[in-house]
């Protein structure tokens, strides 16, 4: 995977000025890193050139599986060091969605993640990362299908925990002179990484966030998420605050919900009275199961007085994440190449 393709617009014309080439040239020479149709075409001698010096080189598809509806496809591409991601295609006609990986493995260690048992074992580049969107734009194209819509941050590894080229990754594929995703149609999913947080208020994007808090207390979410002793719930919910303000965009509060474990009415109202008075969306996700881990999701009587409880109690908006790919692994927290 050529580290050309994680180079936002800017950086790119730096590099064409470092390595003697007009930057006048760099819009051109975008399209064609990150268009398909743009590569055939014929840019004049130097131009082209340059290009082929610097190749995109697509990952290699170690597996892929569909999902049982076909709704969800996991692939596992190899990176050029060997290592293995997985990236997952979810989704109908028209409505693609892409699930980027950002890390191999992850250092979070979040009890219920197949990801996080890998333990951390390096960061993905940019490149890396836009890779993944452009394989599976690519594999969208070769089967007749409409290109991706969304690109969620939310397959391996804890985005925010790899800062700058998450970054610099979406920057390119918001780019409309490239891949072109609307900025708007981008989530980042975090386990709760408060400088991280902090830092993409900062950038005042339209990147959806959505933060995982699973439990109502310290104790609790740390039973589950390690990194709770780091960044405990008063804090990390301040952050959260914060984020709506300086952005004006709601929250995502992601809950897994285990069976006997997070997902009773006491649970419910705790969680209720939390998130009083913040400008948040709850999204309640039944546990997808792994091998490691014993938990169990509720049932789906239980999940919906899980979601009536806190809409009543606590007038949140609140909604249930479909559950796909589980047949396959390619459900959150599923992910282990
Ligand atoms: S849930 Fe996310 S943050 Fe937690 S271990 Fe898994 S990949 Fe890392």
Known sequence: MSAFMGLTFRQLQLRMKEEGLNPVHAPVVFRSLHRKAARMTNHGDRVDEWLARHPGVAPEVVRDIASGDQVTRKFLLRLEDGREVETVLMGYEGRYTACVSSQVGCAMGCVFCATGKMGFLRHLTAGEMVAQVHFLNEHLAA????????????????????????????????????????????????????????????????????????????????????????????????????????????????????????????????????????????????????????????SDERTLEFQRILRESGGLPVTIRQRRGIDVGAGCGQLAG
């Not at 995502?252 to 009083?276: K, Q, V, Y």
Request: some cysteine; charged content about 20%.
């Open 143 to 298: 089967n007749e299908k409409s290109p991706l819509r969304n690109v969620v941050m939310m397959g391996m590894g804890e985005p925010l925990h790899n800062f700058g080229p998450v970054m610099a990754a979406l920057d390119v594929i918001t780019d409309a002179r490239g891949v072109g995703i609307a900025p708007t149609r981008v989530s980042i999913s975090t386990v709760g990484h408060i400088p991280g947080i902090q830092k993409l208020a900062a950038l005042k994007r339209k990147y959806s966030l959505a933060v995982s808090l699973h439990g109502a207390s310290d104790e609790e979410r740390g039973a589950l998420i390690p990194v709770n002793k780091r960044w405990p719930i008063r804090q990390l919910l301040e952050a959260c605050r914060s984020y709506s303000e300086v952005t004006g965009q709601k929250v995502l509060i992601s809950w897994t919900l285990i069976a006997g474990a997070n997902d009773s009415d006491d649970h419910a109202t705790r969680l209720a009275e939390l998130l009083r008075g913040m400008k948040v969306q709850v999204n309640l996700i039944p546990l997808n199961p792994t091998e490691d881990f014993e938990g169990r999701p509720p």
